[in-house]
């Protein structure tokens, strides 16, 4: 994969940090999007080059009308074409439905799918003008099978998964690949605000008896947009431990 380049949204944290690090390892040279965490993200991206590879840094928010552009501008000034882009920034407002207010249910769909999608539409003409590319979203089982109290973040992950599938149809003869990965209950800073008798139960549902990481979700993200994956478009792989079958 040398001499490509990749846009990783949300990339300086948790599984957006696994999804740089295997990338530029692969050889990607990799935009570090960040909404908040800059100094995170300046600092993975120091690393990187480091280690022999390409990083720069862009601080903004996806929920922003503007960042679409905005990043896509940058690869294409910085690394001089784009190949990949991973979708993988997202906000969670957890609430039961009953006390969820509109804000909290537009906050989650407005930066999960909308923003997602704004991205993504900016990403699309270059690709298409190259004659490749490589889509690829963190969606979430949640999504695919809901979750207790995340009404607002179950149907941004279910509209995201439907979205991959229809956007896979009208960009395949553009050489153009859509997928999504849909982690189960992954070990991040997010898992790790659960209170402990809560992380027990969700231990348990677990087959394969521990929770996922970062790097498992990044290992499924690097598959899909490498050549390896030509032929894979509009699925929706899920890294879950079992969770769902």
Not at 26 to 47: F, K, M, P, R, T
Not at 97 to 114: H, S
């Given at each position: 994969m040398?001499?490509?380049?990749a846009?990783?949204?949300?990339g300086a944290r948790?599984?957006g940090?696994?999804?740089c690090?295997?990338?530029?390892?692969a050889?990607?040279?990799?935009?570090?999007?960040?909404?908040?965490s800059?100094?995170?993200?300046?600092?993975l991206?120091?690393?990187?080059?480091v280690?022999?590879?390409r990083?720069?840094?862009?601080?903004a928010s996806?929920?922003?009308?503007?960042?679409?552009t905005?990043?896509?501008?940058a690869?294409?000034?910085?690394?001089?074409?784009?190949?990949?882009?991973v979708?993988?920034?997202g906000?969670?407002q957890?609430?039961?439905?009953r006390?969820m207010?509109?804000?909290?249910?537009?906050?989650?769909?407005?930066?999960n799918?909308?923003?997602?999608?704004?991205?993504t539409?900016?990403?699309?003409?270059?690709?298409?003008?190259?004659?490749?590319?490589?889509?690829?979203?963190?969606?979430?089982f949640?999504?695919?099978i809901?979750?207790y109290g995340q009404?607002n973040?179950?149907?941004?992950?279910g509209?995201?998964?439907?979205?991959?599938?229809?956007?896979a149809?009208e960009?395949?003869?553009?050489?153009?690949?859509?997928?999504?990965?849909?982690?189960?209950f992954?070990?991040?800073?997010?898992?790790?605000?659960?209170?402990?008798?809560?992380?027990?139960?969700?231990?348990?549902?677990?087959?394969?008896?521990?929770?996922?990481t970062?790097?498992?979700?990044?290992g499924g993200v690097?598959y899909?947009?490498?050549d390896?994956?030509?032929?894979?478009t509009?699925?929706?792989?899920?890294?879950?431990?079992?969770?769902?079958?």
């Amino acid at each position: 994969m040398r001499g490509r380049a990749a846009i990783v949204t949300g990339g300086a944290r948790g599984i957006g940090r696994s999804i740089c690090e295997q990338l530029a390892a692969a050889g990607y040279a990799v935009l570090i999007n960040c909404q908040s965490s800059l100094e995170a993200a300046e600092a993975l991206a120091a690393d990187i080059r480091v280690g022999g590879g390409r990083a720069a840094v862009v601080q903004a928010s996806i929920a922003d009308p503007r960042s679409g552009t905005q990043l896509v501008e940058a690869a294409l000034r910085e690394f001089g074409r784009l190949d990949v882009l991973v979708n993988n920034a997202g906000v969670t407002q957890d609430v039961t439905m009953r006390k969820m207010t509109d804000e909290q249910f537009t906050e989650v769909i407005e930066t999960n799918l909308t923003g997602t999608h704004r991205v993504t539409r900016a990403a699309i003409d270059p690709m298409c003008e190259a004659g490749y590319g490589r889509i690829v979203t963190v969606a979430s089982f949640v999504g695919e099978i809901g979750n207790y109290g995340q009404a607002n973040y179950a149907a941004s992950k279910g509209g995201l998964i439907a979205w991959t599938k229809t956007l896979a149809l009208e960009l395949a003869r553009f050489g153009i690949t859509v997928n999504c990965v849909c982690p189960g209950f992954t070990d991040t800073d997010m898992l790790r605000k659960v209170p402990e008798r809560i992380a027990e139960q969700l231990l348990a549902r677990i087959p394969m008896g521990r929770f996922g990481t970062a790097d498992d979700v990044a290992g499924g993200v690097a598959y899909l947009s490498s050549d390896a994956a030509a032929y894979v478009t509009g699925a929706c792989l899920d890294i879950n431990g079992g969770l769902r079958m």
